[in-house]
């Protein structure tokens, strides 16, 4: 029964995310338009990708406010690299991209795997640490179109079946991570860890080393879009996704992710990030003010808490057989 | 001061069979601390060895170690005589050892099958979990031990006794050849106990070697085959259980020889103090009603969940009750919070000391002056001298054992841990005092310190209404006792009537005497 | 009653094994305490300008305001829960004081604002957190976004100013030569916070419910009030800061503040307050707000820019805490 209640709680979100959307349809037709949809899941992609990392990590009992500072961080070194030597190849730049993000996620993992810092602290303090080394490196200097050679730019936009790259990684992200955590070990591995700690010892599983791991795919993940923001904006600058790691949290949780760990789905943050991408891009279309999206995100993210701590409220005990019966 | 038990009683070796996991000369310290001194264990296969001891003697560090949770400091495991080691649990599980803990260590948001295969779940050719496979692996497990469960349920929706089950599915799954059960039936219903002995059983029948920690005698005489006992960390004695007594064993235990005496009392009764009417709650109890007055002991007997603590709760003011009445001293008294319990004289010495008890972090004359703070403090502002003088009057007089006021109570023993709880609610100079398993989990000598007092507390005039699970604890503390069946009270008895078959029978429900 | 009979009278016991002194010198605080020595030496050295008298009373304003939000978090984070909204909060309050201005309100009625709206943040978190049961975090991650988000809408780009002349007291005014109100209302208010949280039955159970919630409700502690008083507290004191700072700026952003949670909560972890509660003292914070203050002051004479500094505020929050677990690893290593 409990089982059930966690598979509508994805659908509860579907059909809020297609209530909005219809909503929005009846009035201004122009946004379900399939190029349209196209547009806003491009638009949602990194954010796709970065709830899907925050996601284990949170499955962990831990959480990455280092996303989008590591994001940052390694867009620029990429950006940088590219405008040092522009002739390296596109699978260079991603794995670099990739590495650079792993080894920051690497540094989170270690310092609460080694030295059992709390994940908050850890993460608030690399978050501020990882900034600061793109000021530092850059000189606090932009990188602008004209400085990033086409190929780099090229890469996110082009078209691939009539999607952009940048969405294709997004849904073979979504897939790796879903063939990840439900089907192999490491993803039960995640589960365990966040749901009984203490059980995960007794059955052989590394806690720390687990959790570790979780920070290593966040940050490889962030580094991996990374590139892809700036290639996509084109530009490369100290305080580019400021306060992302908020939204990307905000996915996390209006998806259905308990923050107290054990508790998520990949549908759950799939769906937690088209909500908000759906909503940011919506405003414009309804003509509302893009400053309200801050107000709707933090609504949605107080709702959302709120409709799954009710849900999953425990019951007290049940002695009376009457009561039993009754209920 | 050694037990002259140990000559008595030299360890035995197996005749018949050799040992399949043999630990020798196995030492381990913490800072401050030597929890394992020495000691030896022999596991034979198809064989249930108890292990017995008091609370600190050194049994959970043992099955930790053989767990690969901790590494032992001194010593040798040997499994079918070749020495091994298992530097983490992962290695201690793929050398065939297991371990069923009292609380169930699995998890609840996993399915039965994925809790069951964690860790060695079966693989596709493209080494992803092969799920089908898994569900029909964990089916046949559990199908080979009787347990009527689905594979596909989330765990969280099953109750303790199957999750029991499940973990010993996991046992067999990992072909262990070493069960640990680490007091499997602590928190089991009679019915599921019975169910978990014919596990053992069947575990013995299929060859495997089982280690059984317990506090209760009559099972170890019940089930195991072969006894080791533990005391301060070192190893007292072991042999087979058919050469042993009872009061043979207890004396192992302790160094000395224990009857289990309860304090002689002559109850003096004075007047009614606490009246319940109707007390009912939508699904834990109803109707519950009673009388209880200054001096006297009243017991309540019951299974584990027929709803004795969740009404105590209620008339804490922990949780609401939907109907019913209190009266003090004839007065009525409602108690919608555990301050107006508290201001009306009704305290609580919960069970769980752990969580519910004790402040850990704080220090001990903290603790005691918690719910006293109105009276030591003056218009909101501490006063500690106050808290001292309050904390070291009450800790005096229960003869609290500790280093100073000021130490961390977590720190100290489950015991004293325990006598800290009931002084703080001395100091509240209650009229009433609840003890809802009173000696659950502290050692025997602590034990003996708490019924003691307990006597003391009622000749003093307080009320004490005592929950406890003990037969011979309710028999020899109570005055009268109150048998509750699935959240009603099912008899009352006292004087001649107060007997263990009557409190059986009540609690599991037997009306007819069978002739 | 007979409890006192001889038979059962066991020993007395010592109240305390370690004097308050002893304490003391294996305490944070200390460690603290010789760190900011350090610094203030450090810096001394470095720029012949840091001990200018008008330059270190400048420098006093970098953590003033921060320091005023983070007592009250310390409270709250000892108590077991977190307030990542209070910057968002400052930034409602004080957008709301701008509104009040725009009707022409007078300085009191102003500050009363600033306050009335600090509160109602504070009580919308603690009926969240109290009330429906659920985590502070996801809350406050929520409300950060929504009381900030409302600053936004309300404002959008643009910006409120024209304040009252005689508004610009709070936060530019001098009490005695170079003794800022600021300053003095910072050190009045650490007294308070220190007598509220170490010598009053309050405090005692902030402490109580931080190491034991469940044990503290079977104490007869009422849990839930202490909670949500304390995050009324929290946002009252963001409202404090909010008048303290508008008045300084003069002007309201919808981006004033922001990301000052993070240096609050750095502050109060950095004071030797748990992050996982029980544990911590007001003392301990207010030290840390020097540091911090000073470490910022000392970086900006030297030409090191903002963002460079919080390289060093990053390192020191993951040093403090990592060093001493480092510590007792090697230490107890030593030992076996």
Not at chain 2, 287 to 301: H, K, M, N, P, S
Not at chain 3, 313 to 324: D, Q, W
Request: aromatic share 8%; hydrophobic share 50%; charged share 15%.
């Amino acid at each position: 029964m409990i089982r059930l209640l966690f598979k509508s709680r994805e659908a509860i979100l579907g059909a809020a995310i297609l209530v909005l959307v219809a909503a929005i349809a009846s009035r201004f037709p122009a946004f379900v338009a399939p190029s349209n949809l196209a547009n806003v899941f491009n638009d949602t992609a990194p954010l796709i990708i970065l709830a899907l990392g925050q996601m284990v990590v949170i499955l962990t009992r831990c959480i990455d406010l280092s996303v989008a500072a590591n994001l940052a961080l390694t867009g620029m070194a990429v950006a940088m690299l590219n405008t040092v030597m522009p002739g390296l190849p596109i699978p260079f730049i991603l794995l670099v991209a990739l590495c650079l993000g792993a080894l920051m996620g690497l540094v989170n993992g270690l310092l609460v795997w080694k030295l059992d810092i709390p994940p908050i602290v850890v993460t608030l303090g690399t978050m501020t640490i990882y900034r600061g080394i793109i000021f530092v490196i850059s000189g606090g200097e932009w990188i602008n179109a004209h400085e990033m050679s086409d190929t780099f730019k090229a890469f996110p936009r082009a078209a691939l079946f009539g999607l952009p790259v940048l969405s294709w990684i997004a849904i073979a992200v979504a897939a790796g991570f879903a063939v990840l955590v439900g089907r192999t070990p490491l993803g039960r591995t995640f589960f365990a860890v966040g749901g009984n700690p203490h059980a995960a010892v007794y059955t052989g599983i590394d806690v720390g080393r687990a959790q570790c791991a979780a920070y290593v795919l966040s940050g490889a993940l962030a580094g991996l879009t990374g590139y892809l923001w700036v290639a996509r904006y084109a530009v490369a600058y100290v305080d580019i996704a400021a306060g992302f790691e908020l939204e990307v949290v905000a996915a996390c949780v209006i998806g259905g992710i308990s923050i107290a760990g054990g508790i998520g789905s990949v549908g759950g943050a799939l769906l937690g990030a088209l909500f908000l991408g759906i909503v940011k891009n919506a405003l414009p279309v309804i003509h509302i003010s893009p400053f309200w999206q801050l107000a709707i995100s933090g609504s949605a993210i107080i709702i959302a808490v709120a409709f799954n701590a009710t849900s999953s409220r425990t019951k007290g005990r049940v002695i009376l057989k009457k009561a039993e019966h009754a209920l | 001061m050694l037990a002259k038990g140990i000559e008595d009683a030299p360890p035995h070796r197996g005749e018949s069979s050799a040992p399949v996991l043999s630990l020798t000369g196995i030492s381990k310290s913490f800072p401050g601390v030597k929890a394992l001194s020495g000691v030896a264990l022999d596991l034979y296969p198809g064989e249930v060895t108890a292990l017995v001891g008091e609370n600190g003697a050194g049994k959970s560090t043992i099955v930790k170690i053989l767990t690969g949770i901790y590494q032992p400091d001194d010593g040798q495991i040997r499994i079918n005589g070749e020495p091994v080691v298992f530097p983490t649990a992962q290695d201690a599980g793929s050398a065939g050892v297991t371990a069923i803990h009292q609380e169930t260590v699995l998890f609840d948001d996993l399915s039965v099958a994925e809790n069951i295969f964690i860790g060695h779940a079966p693989k596709t050719r493209l080494g992803l979990i092969d799920r089908k496979e898994m569900v029909r692996k964990a089916k046949a497990l559990l199908d080979r031990i009787g347990a009527q469960i689905d594979p596909g349920v989330t765990l969280r929706d099953l109750g303790i006794a199957n999750k029991h089950l499940v973990a010993i599915a996991r046992a067999l799954s990992i072909d262990a050849r070493i069960v640990i059960m680490d007091e499997p039936t602590a928190s089991l219903s009679h019915k599921e106990i019975e169910e978990t002995y014919e596990l053992v059983e069947r575990l013995k029948a299929d060859g495997k070697a089982i280690l059984f920690i317990s506090h209760k005698f009559d099972e170890i005489f019940r089930i195991a085959d072969r006894y080791t006992v533990f005391r301060d960390g070192e190893m007292v004695g072991a042999g087979k259980i058919a050469e042993v007594g009872e009061r043979e064993l207890v004396k192992l235990m302790v160094g000395r020889s224990v009857d289990q005496v309860f304090p002689k009392r002559t109850p003096q009764l004075g007047e009614e103090v606490l009246k319940v009417v109707g007390y009912s709650h939508p699904t834990e109890f109803e109707d519950i009603g009673f009388t209880l007055r200054a001096g006297e002991i009243l017991g309540f007997y019951g299974l584990v969940g027929a709803g004795r603590s969740e009404f105590m709760q209620a008339l804490f003011g922990i949780t609401k009750p939907s109907k019913g009445a209190i009266r003090i001293d004839g007065r009525v008294a409602v108690t919608r919070t555990p301050n107006e319990a508290i201001g009306h004289g009704i305290v609580y010495v919960p069970e769980d000391r752990g969580r519910q008890g004790v402040i850990k972090g704080l220090p001990i004359f903290q603790n005691v002056s918690l719910p006293s703070l109105k009276q030591t403090s003056r218009n909101g502002f501490l006063r500690l001298a106050e808290e001292f003088t309050l904390a070291r009057d009450y800790t005096q007089r229960l003869d609290l054992r500790a280093a100073a006021l000021d130490q961390d109570i977590g720190e100290l023993s489950g015991g004293n841990q325990q006598k800290v709880v009931i002084a703080k609610w001395l100091a509240t100079k209650p009229r009433v005092i609840i003890l809802d398993e009173p000696t659950k989990g502290i050692d025997i000598g602590s034990k003996a310190a708490v019924h003691e007092f307990m006597a003391e507390l009622a000749a003093g005039g307080l009320a004490v209404i005592m929950v406890s699970s003990e037969i011979p604890e309710i028999l020899g503390m109570s005055d009268r006792v109150i048998v509750m069946r699935e959240g009603r009270i099912a008899a009352e008895y006292e004087g001649a009537d107060l007997t263990p078959e009557h409190l059986v029978r009540a609690a599991a429900g037997i009306t007819e005497v069978r002739t | 009653m007979s409890l006192a009979s001889p038979d059962l009278a066991g020993r007395q016991l010592p109240d305390r094994l370690k004097t308050p002194l002893q304490r003391f010198l294996v305490s944070w605080e200390l460690l603290l305490l010789s760190v900011a020595v350090a610094v203030f030496v450090l810096n001394s050295f470095a720029s012949p300008y840091f001990l200018d008298p008008w330059n270190l009373s400048d420098a006093t304003f970098n953590f003033t305001e921060k320091a005023m939000i983070a007592f009250a978090m310390a409270l709250l984070i000892i108590s077991g829960e977190i307030d990542l909204s209070v910057a968002s909060i400052l930034a409602l309050s004080s957008t709301a004081m701008g509104f009040a201005v725009q009707l022409g309100a007078d300085t009191p009625v102003l500050v009363l604002t600033g306050l009335a709206v600090g509160l109602a943040c504070g009580a919308f978190n603690g009926l969240l957190v109290t009330g429906f049961g659920l985590p502070s975090i996801v809350v406050t991650i929520g409300t950060m976004s929504l009381f900030r988000g409302i600053s936004y809408i309300v404002l959008g780009d643009k910006a409120y100013t024209g304040y009252p002349s005689d508004f610009a007291f709070f936060g530019q005014g001098y009490v005695w030569w170079v003794i800022s109100f600021e300053f003095v209302l910072f050190a009045l208010l650490a007294a308070v916070f220190a007598i509220l949280l170490h010598r009053t039955n309050f405090g005692r159970a902030v402490y109580v419910i931080g190491n034991n919630p469940v044990g503290a409700l079977f104490s007869g502690i009422r849990v839930p009030n202490v909670k949500f008083a304390l995050f009324l507290l929290t946002g009252l004191m963001s409202g404090v800061a909010a008048i303290c700072l508008t008045s300084r700026l003069g002007a309201t952003r919808p981006s004033i503040a922001f990301g000052w949670e993070l240096e609050v909560v750095t502050m109060v972890v950095l004071g030797g307050v748990s992050i996982l509660g029980g544990s911590g003292t007001i003392p301990g914070v207010v030290i840390a707000a020097f540091v911090m203050g000073m470490v910022t002051f000392g970086f900006g004479l030297l030409n090191v820019p903002g963002i460079v500094m919080s390289i060093f505020i990053g390192l020191l929050l993951i040093a403090v805490i990592a060093l001493p677990r480092i510590a007792r690893r090697l230490l107890a290593r030593r030992k076996v």
